[in-house]
């Protein structure tokens, strides 16, 4: 049994697998193991994850057919027999000393209170430029890449801090306490040959993809625990390696739809009225934008699903005892609203 289980959803990224892999086999940190869950890939991911030859040990699970980014993690964490969960995008490239940097935030929280860890995450095909350092989440309530576009040396984004949620794409979580905010019950996907697998949702199988990572975040910091970027482990990301675009008819879609149920689900009634102007406003921009770009019905059939789909979601019971964690949320909201604002701006600059 490894300390780490790296855990990897595929579909359809053969393309990305070696540099992936490659970028793993040069790690300092080696007590990890590999775990690739595949979505139903049909791109000879199959064939190639069945035959490689990897210099540390690597499993994979075959899926019959895509779950979505939530349903392929979830069976990857549950299957992991370890202490620390990373999950990784197989479009990134991790630096020679992300596991073990990473691993060394853990060490060094002697509470147990740190739920996630997220990275340096950079560009690869533009490594002066950061693509992400931790996730924020604004009072219009649109989640956000903290520093993307900016430059990677830019002295804010060299120092520890603490973040609203951690970018799933390359974080590494404590297992412990991901089992402990999982949503009740659990959900069943046949594999590739017959078999089941069958798995708590530690993240929401109704949001598929997209905003998975902030409602998981949002029930995280809900409970207290913290969310931290860490600077010193760094990673070079394609991103959208799998959606194949920053803005596409999916992509959008899905996005309006999940954010409705991320407000729904995480916030208490008297947090959502406090919050339901800047919620507003936030569609509102959205609307004027994606119909600018081409993509304006996708987004309002993404709001109709949201809203519509609003009896099935679970929504989080609130606790008196947790109106702490509650305020601690609301004004890390404030303050995201100015940092995004700020980083608006220095990228029109």
Excluded at 339 to 346: C, L, M
């Amino acid at each position: 049994m490894s300390r780490v289980t790296v855990v990897i959803p595929n579909y359809n990224g053969l393309r990305f697998m070696e540099p992936c892999m490659s970028a793993l086999s040069a790690q300092t940190y080696t007590d990890f193991c590999v775990l690739i869950v595949d979505n139903g890939s049909a791109d000879g991911s199959v064939e190639w994850l069945s035959s490689a030859d990897m210099p540390f040990p690597v499993r994979s699970i075959f899926l019959k057919e895509n779950t979505g980014f939530a349903g392929a993690s979830n069976v990857g964490i549950e299957y992991a027999d370890s202490e620390l969960i990373l999950l990784l995008n197989n479009d990134t490239e991790p630096k020679p000393s992300f596991i073990e940097n990473l691993v060394r935030a853990f060490d060094e929280d002697r509470q147990g209170r740190l739920f996630a860890a997220s990275p340096r995450m950079i560009q690869l095909y533009h490594k002066e430029l950061l693509d992400d350092a931790g996730d924020g989440y604004n009072l219009l309530s649109w989640g956000f890449q903290r520093g993307v576009g900016r430059p990677v040396d830019e002295p804010k984004f060299a120092r520890r801090t603490r973040v609203f949620s951690a970018c799933a794409g390359a974080s590494m979580y404590r297992k412990e306490l991901l089992s402990r905010i999982a949503i009740q019950g659990t959900v069943s996907y046949e594999g590739l040959y017959g078999e089941r697998y069958t798995c708590r949702e530690y993240f929401d199988t109704k949001h598929f993809a997209y905003l998975e990572d902030m409602d998981l975040s949002f029930r995280a910091g809900s409970e207290g625990y913290d969310i931290y970027y860490i600077p010193e482990a760094e990673v070079y990301h394609v991103g959208s390696g799998t959606s194949g675009s920053k803005y596409n008819s999916f992509k959008v879609r899905l996005a309006a739809r999940n954010n409705i149920w991320l407000c729904w689900k995480n916030m208490p009634l008297l947090m959502l009225i406090l919050n339901l102007p800047g919620i507003l406003t936030g569609i509102a921009i959205k609307i004027l934008f994606f119909v600018k770009l081409g993509f304006g019905r996708d987004y309002l059939k993404g709001l109709s699903e949201g809203i519509r789909g609003i009896p099935g979601c679970r929504k989080k019971k609130f606790r008196f005892r947790n109106l702490f964690n509650y305020v601690r949320l609301e004004l890390h909201m404030i303050t995201d609203t100015f940092s995004y604002a700020e980083d608006f701006v220095r990228r029109k600059l």
